[in-house]
C-alpha cells in the first residue's frame, strides 16, 4: 500500500487519509483541518503509444508523490478517488469517453457541495487534462460563492517553473508516462511530425490568444509534437509533485484559521 499523509485521531492511532479507507466519523474529524484532494482526468485517445488514461495516470502520480512530500510536516490531506472522465469532445475523432461542458461543472459541483456538506473546509481540485481546466476553475469560484470555506484549482503542469506548452501525447507527456508507467508505453515510439503548419490551439498566432481550428487534432493524428526523443523522465515527475505540495502547503497557510 502506498502510503501517503496521516493524521493523528483523538485516542492516538495514526490513520491514513484516503477518503475510501475512512468511516464517517473519521472523514468527519479530517475535514475540520485538512484538504480535501480531488484528482481529475481524462479518458481519451493519446496517439498510438499512449493509454486512454494518461492523462488520469499521470495526475494520480503527480498528486500522490506530493501528499508524500507533505507528509509528517505538511497539511494532512485528505486524497480523494480519481475522477477519470472529463471533457474530451476533441478527441472523440478517435476514441474517447467525454462528460459535456455542463455534465462535468454539474459533478464537479455535486463533488464540492458534498465535500462541503461532509465538513470539509477546505478542496483543491488538481487536474490533469488540459480540456477540463476552464471547467474545473469556473466550478470552484461558483462553489465559493454559494458556499463556506475556501476551495482552489490548478492542472499540475502548471505550477512554478511550468514547461512552456507541455502539448498532448508529445515529448512531455511520453517522458513522464516513461518514468510513471513504463510497461503503459508502447515501443517502439515512431517519429511523428504533423503536414502543415502546426495547430492553432497548440501554437496560437499571438501570445495571450486562444485559437482553434475544425478537425485540427485529426490532422495531426492525436498529437502535438514529436514523441520518438522522449526518455523517462523522473526529475520532472519530482518536480511536478514538488510544486503541487509547495502549492498545497501555500493554500494551507493561507487559509488557516486566524490568516484572514
Known amino acids: 500500500m502506498r502510503r501517503l499523509c496521516h493524521a493523528m485521531y483523538p ?3 495514526t490513520t491514513l487519509l484516503r477518503l475510501t479507507e475512512l468511516t464517517w466519523r473519521e472523514a468527519r474529524a479530517a475535514g475540520a483541518d485538512a484538504i480535501a484532494l480531488l ?21 494520480t502520480a503527480v498528486v500522490d508523490r506530493a501528499a508524500e512530500l507533505l507528509a509528517g510536516a505538511g497539511p ?9 472522465y472529463g471533457h474530451s469532445p476533441h478527441h472523440l475523432f478517435a476514441a474517447a469517453v467525454s462528460l459535456s461542458a455542463g455534465t462535468l461543472a454539474a459533478v464537479l459541483g455535486d463533488i464540492l457541495r458534498s465535500l462541503t456538506e461532509s465538513g470539509f473546509r477546505r478542496v483543491m481540485i488538481v487536474n ?20 463556506e470555506g475556501a476551495f482552489a484549482a490548478c492542472s499540475y503542469w502548471s505550477l512554478g517553473e511550468a514547461p512552456e506548452n ?8 511520453t517522458s513522464l508516462m516513461l518514468a510513471a508507467h513504463p510497461d503503459l508505453v508502447r515501443t517502439p515510439v515512431e517519429p511523428h511530425r504533423p503536414a502543415g ?7 496560437p498566432p499571438h501570445p495571450g490568444l486562444t485559437a482553434e481550428r475544425h478537425g485540427e487534432w485529426a ?22 509533485a514538488t510544486e503541487l505540495a509547495r502549492a498545497i502547503q501555500a493554500f494551507a497557510e493561507a487559509t488557516a484559521p486566524g490568516a484572514i
Do not use: C, W
Open 39 to 59: 484528482p481529475i482526468g481524462s479518458q481519451e485517445q493519446h496517439s498510438g503509444h499512449l493509454p486512454m488514461g494518461t492523462d488520469t495516470l499521470l495526475v
Open 128 to 147: 490533469g487534462h488540459g480540456g477540463n481546466d476552464e471547467i474545473m476553475r469556473l466550478a470552484v469560484k461558483e462553489h465559493a460563492l454559494r458556499a
Open 76 to 84: 494532512p490531506v485528505v486524497r480523494l478517488p480519481a475522477l477519470p
Open 197 to 203: 503548419a502546426p495547430p492553432l490551439f497548440h501554437a
Open 166 to 173: 507541455p502539448g498532448h501525447a508529445g515529448r512531455y507527456e
Open 11 to 13: 485516542g492516538g492511532s
Open 219 to 240: 490532422r495531426v493524428g492525436g498529437m502535438t509534437d514529436d514523441p520518438s526523443t522522449a526518455r523517462p523522465d523522473p526529475g520532472e515527475l519530482s518536480t511536478r
